[in-house]
């Protein structure tokens, strides 16, 4: 889904407004009472414990009443389109089955292990890996969905330019060949990714129809600028 994922968290303007609210809220509760009690000698308030309330203080009560029933009311408003947006966050499409699902990340330094030192510790990893019972599919990404570090400038031949999106960037991802197996993600034109002896993208979506405007995206070369220097046709 197009969604600015990296956007998204606590809104400092909804904390500040929800601080403020609260505050208001104590200041106004305590101060009518402080005012009421204030205005009124001792002797007023024996002969009120002792027949009952005054009319001004009964309106001031009924007044507050009604003001706690309408909040209450508007706080399970609020409540219960809380839970119904949870409930669409959770039914969102995000293009792959999470369910079943794990992700592990390898932490060692970038420039530790040489490139084919790198391959062959891949492939050992992922055999080791998918020996284990219950494991059905296994592959090698270099981040999460929707979450990438790797923003690489990106040119496709025949396009004169890709359009800036509020998303952002495009994010790159580099995977092994039997990561859409693992993802369970279903393609909707075009081949996978082969067997990996040769360069392949498969790009979502949201860049097919930006590719689209120049014409068929399907069998065009992507070139991208890696640290100065620039793939081969992938």
Request: hydrophobic letters at 45%.
């Amino acid at each position: 889904p197009d969604v600015a994922w990296q956007d998204l968290g606590l809104s400092s303007t909804v904390l500040v407004t929800t601080a403020v609210l609260a505050l208001l809220a104590g200041i106004l509760s305590a101060i009518v009472p402080a005012l009421q009690a204030g205005r009124r000698g001792v002797a007023d308030v024996l002969r009120t414990s002792a027949g009952g309330i005054t009319r001004s203080a009964l309106r001031v009560r009924i007044m507050l009443s009604f003001a706690q029933a309408a909040l209450s009311v508007l706080l399970l408003i609020g409540a219960g389109l809380f839970v119904r947006s949870m409930a669409n966050a959770g039914n969102v499409d995000h293009g792959y089955e999470a369910e079943g699902l794990l992700y592990a990340n390898i932490n060692a330094p970038r420039d530790a292990i040489p490139p084919v030192e790198q391959l062959r510790l891949q492939r050992l990893i992922l055999e080791r890996v998918e020996q284990l019972p219950g494991v059905e599919e296994a592959a090698f990404t270099t981040s999460m969905p929707f979450w990438s570090y790797l923003v690489y400038d990106i040119t496709i031949d025949g396009v004169d330019s890709l359009r800036t999106l509020p998303t952002g960037a495009p994010l790159v991802h580099v995977v092994s060949p039997s990561y859409l197996e693992t993802m369970r993600m279903d393609l909707v034109r075009g081949r996978g990714l082969g067997d990996g002896s040769t360069y392949t993208a498969v790009v979502n979506e949201t860049m097919a129809r930006q590719i689209e405007e120049y014409g068929d995206p399907i069998g065009r070369c992507l070139y991208m600028n890696v640290r100065g220097t620039t793939t081969p046709c992938v």
